[in-house]
């Protein structure tokens, strides 16, 4: 089954740091363009950062300068560094990317999620 797992969310302090990872698994010939989002209780959906196959990247006023959006081909991962990270960061952040299946087929996956909380 062709799937996107992230990891790395917890509980840190503000000011803290984190790294997030997205791991492409299942039968995948590459991954096109990787974003993540997240979606605080309550609030919609937001996207955070992007990143095309080529290593270009988009950021989210809110998280520039301190968050650093990146992926390892090789891998079939992508990650995403958190630095000074504030309460309002505080949210459930989910991987998104555009998977090839084929040389024919592209789809885009979600991942579950995984909690990232912000507090002292």
């Known amino acids: 089954q062709v799937q996107l797992v992230e990891s790395g969310g917890g509980l840190v302090q503000p000011g803290g740091s984190l790294r997030l990872s997205c791991a492409a698994s299942g039968s995948i010939y590459s991954i096109d363009a990787m974003g993540w989002y997240r979606q605080a209780p309550g609030k919609e959906r937001e996207l955070v950062a992007t990143?095309?196959?080529?290593?270009?990247?988009n950021y989210a006023d809110s998280v520039k300068d301190r968050f650093t959006i990146s992926r390892d081909n090789a891998k079939k991962a992508g990650f995403l560094q958190m630095n000074s990270l504030k309460p309002e960061d505080t949210a459930v952040y989910l991987c998104n990317a555009d998977l090839w299946l084929s040389r024919d087929l592209e789809r885009e996956y979600w991942g579950k999620g995984t909690s990232v909380t912000v507090s002292s």
């Open positions: 990143i095309s196959s080529l290593g270009s990247t």
